[in-house]
């Protein structure tokens, strides 16, 4: 099979033109001679299947970035067929030094100068014809986010692949004096072939930013813009994951229920309550992952979380973050999991792992309702609001806290060295694109784990069959009276610990196993707890709600994206113990004051 | 890139907003140095200063066509003239 590598510097629409060329049908998968996963896709291309591989974005053939050395490695083990050049035509005069490195390889290769639409509005004019001749490699103008000029290119494509590839060599990295001969080149060609205005026209971009990144103004807009988005996935991801719930609810009820109710009830049980639910679990994490990836589309690609990074850096990098890590942080508020996997916009490992560590404290959405239903069982209505507001204050507490403890472990040496692109408008493709891919690596990845999980909990609340489901004599009834030694001096009873482990599960089903083990709902259920535990229990078991691990998804997602099962672990381990911590301090002194 | 360092010459972090200076040199690690000049940082090359972000925060800068956001700890590694 013939293959195509996709090649530019960051930034020049690399990925859409890739996403463009494969449409949906791309997977991640290992190459040899390097570490990372990359994306690639199969396409059928005059009459033959062609495989293309989208590399990292790279500003320098003979740099020294992970990125840089992943596509060198990648090319000197996997000599591609031809390599497919994206440059951005607006930044010509930077970025055809990539071409004329390229060139010394002796690859069969192909340019393609994209963003011609916009290279074209700031008066830049590009003399395709000459260029080729000049530099002896085909080159084509387009525009991968309308498609302008994307069928000359593909054919010409299709037309390069029939040559023959000569082999690469194997010296492929050359000396930095060669750079200097590029540098000749380029003013030469330059000179014959590109005429850039001496200043660039006061466009859109400045005008914009002169009050996005304005020095008063720009931080209220900042956050303004993000309790628009925070609003907009709450206002559009509740009532969708609300109907994704009823609908499983309706399924189970009218279809699956119905099909099962000859088995034995315990093998009944596990289908439905184990398996079906772990199922119906990651359906309604979907809708949230959908409109989140659908937003982040919206910030990412008009240029603005380049922007917020400009706005946010300051006090972030105090902590050993940086403005990106503050918006997924926030994005964390709505879900954990789609803010987990926006991590993959930076670059360097260790700053992602620390963002990663995190942002679980973020106080998401299906807690919020774990709390909204106990301050209303057991606080005053003057007093409930106030008591939220100080659990978002300990979700904060518990993020600065971590990110200054552990900075210094996951230490940031990748320079603070960001491009900022002009502002964009994201095309409605781009963005569906975007959602969809997202939902689908969730789910090949995830959902497993997921399953998994729900299973094992439902067996450990309904194992031995002799006992009540959730009661004290199950499997995890015992856990929790085996664990009140640890758990009493944080004011949490054994029922309490029972819905602990559920909540290891999901938030959203706190409340329902509560439910479960009282045997009460509703009204019921908040006058029992109200009787069972004081105010000061009921907040120590909220606080430590808050910290712990969020959800069996997050744990699966945070392990998928890190790639480690021990990062995982470490995060496991240290929210535990950071909310025992916290829920024993508070605990113990709300005790020692006399309450 | 050692060019002498004339007393007119200052470090990028200590420009101001709109001011527009000639590049001396460099003084970064060579990984960082790589990319700047990928990026088109080049002893000679024009640079204008866009803005800075309050509470020292990063700086925007202009090379060319490009528009940069770094870290006033790498600003301060790269001399300029006015």
């Known amino acids: 099979m013939k293959r195509i590598a996709l090649l530019g510097m960051p930034n020049t629409g690399k990925s859409t033109l890739f996403n463009r060329l494969t449409g949906s049908a791309s997977r991640v998968?290992?190459?040899?001679?390097?570490?990372?996963?990359?994306?690639?896709?199969?396409?059928?291309?005059?009459?033959?299947?062609?495989?293309?591989?989208?590399?990292?974005?790279?500003?320098?053939?003979?740099?020294?970035?992970?990125d840089e050395q992943v596509v060198r490695h990648f090319l000197h083990e996997n000599v591609p067929d031809l390599a497919l050049v994206v440059l951005n035509a607006t930044q010509i005069e930077r970025q055809l030094s990539l071409i004329l490195q390229l060139k010394t390889f002796n690859l069969n290769m192909m340019v393609l100068l994209n963003m011609a639409d916009e290279a074209k509005k700031l008066g830049i004019t590009i003399d395709a014809a000459k260029m080729t001749a000049s530099l002896g490699i085909p080159i084509f103008l387009l525009s991968a986010k309308y498609g302008n000029g994307?069928?000359?290119?593909?054919?010409?494509?299709?037309?390069?692949?029939?040559f023959n590839t000569p082999g690469m060599p194997e010296t492929v990295r050359s000396q930095l004096e060669q750079d200097e001969h590029i540098e000749r080149e380029m003013t030469r060609i330059l000179q014959q072939t590109v005429q850039i205005p001496a200043r660039l026209s006061d466009n859109l971009t400045t005008r914009l930013d002169r009050i996005m990144l304005h020095p008063w103004l720009g931080l209220p807009i900042f956050f303004g813009i993000?309790?628009?988005?925070?609003?907009?996935?709450?206002?559009?991801?509740?009532?969708?994951?609300?109907?994704?719930?009823?609908?499983?609810?309706?399924?189970?009820?009218?279809?699956?229920?119905?099909?099962?109710?000859?088995?034995?009830?315990?093998?009944?049980g596990l289908m439905l309550d184990g398996v079906y639910n772990g199922i119906a679990t990651v359906a309604a994490f979907v809708p949230l992952i959908v409109l989140f990836f659908l937003f982040m589309a919206i910030v990412e690609d008009t240029g603005y979380l380049s922007r917020a990074a400009f706005l946010m850096d300051a006090l972030m990098a105090r902590m050993g973050l940086d403005g990106r890590s503050f918006v997924m942080l926030l994005m964390g508020f709505g879900c954990n999991v789609p803010a987990l996997m926006g991590t993959r916009v930076m670059r360097s490992r260790s700053l992602r792992l620390l963002s990663m560590l995190v942002i679980p404290f973020s106080l998401c959405s299906?807690?919020?309702?774990?709390?909204?239903f106990i301050t209303a069982a057991l606080f005053s209505p003057k007093a409930a609001p106030l008591v939220l507001f100080s659990l978002y204050l300990f979700s904060f507490a518990a993020a600065i806290l971590t990110a200054l403890l552990f900075k210094r472990y996951y230490p940031n040496n990748e320079p603070f060295v960001l491009e900022l692109p002009p502002y964009r408008f994201p095309t409605i493709r781009q963005m569906l694109m975007r959602g969809w891919h997202e939902v689908f690596q969730f789910l090949q990845r995830a959902s497993k784990f997921i399953v998994a999980g729900v299973v094992l909990v439902w067996l450990l609340t309904n194992l031995p069959p002799s006992a009540r489901p959730a009661s004290a004599d199950t499997w995890a009834g015992i856990l929790g009276t085996w664990l009140h030694p640890l758990f009493a001096p944080v004011g949490i009873t054994p029922d309490l610990t029972i819905a602990l482990i559920f909540g290891f599960v999901a938030k959203e089903i706190v409340i329902g196993s509560l439910a479960v083990i009282y045997g009460l709902s509703g009204q019921a259920l908040s006058g029992a707890l109200a009787q069972q535990v004081d105010w000061v229990q009921a907040y120590s078991f909220m606080l430590f709600t808050l910290i712990y691990t969020p959800c069996l998804s997050t744990i699966a997602t945070l392990r998928n994206e890190s790639n480690s099962t021990g990062f995982a672990w470490f995060s496991i381990v240290w929210s535990l113990a950071l909310a025992w911590l916290l829920s024993f301090m508070f605990y113990q002194g709300a005790r020692a004051l006399g309450y | 890139m050692n060019a002498n360092l004339?007393?007119?010459?200052?470090t990028l972090s200590s420009m101001n907003p709109g001011e527009i200076a000639t590049i001396v040199s460099i003084h970064t690690d060579d990984a960082l140095h790589q990319r700047l000049l990928a990026m088109g940082f080049?002893?000679?090359?024009?640079?204008?200063?866009?803005?800075?972000?309050?509470?020292?925060?990063?700086?925007?800068?202009?090379?060319?066509?490009?528009?940069?956001?770094?870290?006033?700890?790498?600003?301060?590694?790269?001399?300029?003239?006015?």
């Open chain 1, 29 to 66: 998968g290992n190459w040899p001679g390097i570490t990372v996963e990359l994306l690639s896709g199969k396409i059928l291309l005059g009459g033959e299947i062609v495989e293309i591989i989208d590399l990292p974005g790279i500003y320098d053939m003979h740099g020294f970035s992970e």
């Open chain 1, 150 to 162: 994307y069928p000359e290119a593909l054919q010409a494509i299709t037309k390069a692949l029939r």
């Open chain 1, 226 to 268: 993000m309790y628009l988005l925070f609003q907009a996935i709450f206002l559009f991801g509740q009532p969708l994951q609300v109907g994704v719930n009823e609908l499983f609810g309706w399924l189970r009820e009218t279809a699956i229920g119905p099909l099962l109710h000859n088995l034995p009830a315990a093998l009944q």
């Open chain 1, 366 to 372: 299906a807690r919020l309702q774990v709390f909204v």
């Open chain 2, 6 to 10: 004339s007393d007119s010459s200052m």
């Open chain 2, 42 to 82: 080049r002893a000679g090359k024009q640079i204008e200063l866009i803005r800075k972000a309050r509470f020292s925060g990063p700086l925007q800068v202009r090379i060319g066509t490009t528009d940069i956001l770094m870290r006033k700890a790498e600003a301060e590694k790269i001399m300029v003239q006015v």
